[in-house]
Nanobody, 114 residues
Framework: QVQLVESGGGLVQAGGSLRLSCVASRSITSINAMGWYRQAPGSQRELVARITSGGSTWYAVSVKGRFTVSRDNAKNTVYLQMNSLKPEDTAVYYC????????WGQGTQVTVSS
């Protein structure tokens, strides 16, 4: 089963940017869709961005136009570029397959101050 390791989170002011990375323990070439999920305190985990093996993307309404998901199959890595960050983006961010499998990484904390 693939293991996923997220990194790149941190504390940033509103309007700032962060780039998250997710490295998989094996090739992701055969994985049809990878996604970024987030979970804010007291909330359910939600999918915010998805990218297919063909490069098609989907975004939640709350992040569309501000976040960009990409993947580098040669590096077994998925990225999430987050711009114009808002306090409501504060959450732990995870990557996983879409639909997800029961193999979550530790996530990476993103905190946006107002």
């Amino acid at each position: 089963q693939v293991q996923l390791v997220e990194s790149g989170g941190g504390l940033v002011q509103a309007g700032g940017s962060l780039r998250l990375s997710c490295v998989a323990s094996r090739s992701i070439t055969s994985i049809n869709a990878m996604g970024w999920y987030r979970q804010a305190p007291g909330s359910q985990r939600e999918l915010v961005a998805r990218i297919t093996s063909g490069g098609s993307t989907w975004y939640a309404v709350s992040v569309k136009g501000r976040f960009t998901v990409s993947r580098d199959n040669a590096k077994n890595t998925v990225y999430l570029q987050m711009n114009s960050l808002k306090p409501e983006d504060t959450a732990v961010y995870y990557c996983n397959l879409v639909p997800y499998i029961n193999s979550w990484g530790q996530g990476t904390q993103v905190t946006v101050s107002s």
